[in-house]
């Protein structure tokens, strides 16, 4: 089982430019999410979706959009990379939050 | 403002020995708890969790003991092990945002040392 895959798992980007982080989950869990770690801050929500069709901001979305293309996949954009933005980023699914997460093992994002 | 809140960043304890990990809450609607573990360049793994209508939740070497009135909860390791060298996230959640995300503490990094 691959639980939920990210990619890629490296990249490195200019100000200004755009990209997409992809996620997928082979779990059929309803439930899937973004988050950033930095130093210090912890694991901060971007943005999630409690099931297929619905998306919600989360505490920092600024920045970012994201799409439930099905419900396998959640990914997310960066439309004007800023570098405020460079971070690890994990995707995660779940059938309920309080049941547990299951992580990607993430994307580290540099942005110059 | 941190509504969760792992005021300790680092832990170095002795192999064999307990290790106590702490975390404050300060939002009173949450009633779910949980811990992950996370190693370099993986993922979080979630850990153990406890609810609101219990104290303590044990799982093998690890329990989580929670005091409502105080807005602390802790995770206990019983005996430490070199392996269990980690970031420690505590994470809360509740019925307002319908248990859909639960927000994390900042982590504690915690090294057993052998």
């Known amino acids: 089982n691959a639980g939920v895959t990210q990619t890629p798992k490296f990249q490195v980007l200019k100000t200004g430019q755009s990209m997409t982080l992809q996620c997928a989950q082979d779990?059929?869990?309803?439930?899937m999410y973004w988050y950033r770690q930095d130093p210090g801050m912890g694991l901060r929500l971007i943005y999630y979706?409690?099931?297929?069709?619905?998306?919600d901001k989360g505490e920092v979305p600024n920045g970012y959009n994201v799409s439930r293309l099905n419900k396998r996949e959640f990914s997310l954009r960066l439309e004007s990379a800023a570098p405020s933005q460079t971070s690890v980023y994990f995707c995660?699914?779940?059938?309920?939050?309080?049941?547990?997460?299951?992580f990607g093992s993430g994307t580290r994002l540099t942005v110059v | 403002d941190q509504q969760v809140k792992q005021n300790s960043p680092s832990l170095s304890v002795q192999e064999g020995r307990i290790s106590i990990l702490n975390c404050d809450y300060t939002n009173s609607m949450f009633d779910y708890f949980l811990w992950y573990k996370k190693y370099p360049a993986e993922g979080p793994t979630f850990l153990i969790s406890?609810?609101?209508?219990?104290d303590k939740n044990e799982d093998g070497r690890f329990t989580v003991f929670l005091n409502k009135s105080a807005k602390h909860l802790s995770l206990h390791i019983v005996p430490s092990q070199p392996g269990d060298s980690a970031v420690y996230f505590c994470a809360a959640s509740g019925a307002e945002t319908s248990y859909d995300k639960v927000i994390f503490g900042p982590g504690t990094s915690l090294s057993v040392i052998p």
């Open positions: 995660a699914s779940s059938h309920r939050a309080i049941q547990g997460y299951t």
């Open positions: 406890i609810s609101s209508i219990k």
């Open positions: 779990m059929n869990h309803n439930s």
């Open positions: 979706s409690a099931s297929e069709g619905t998306t």
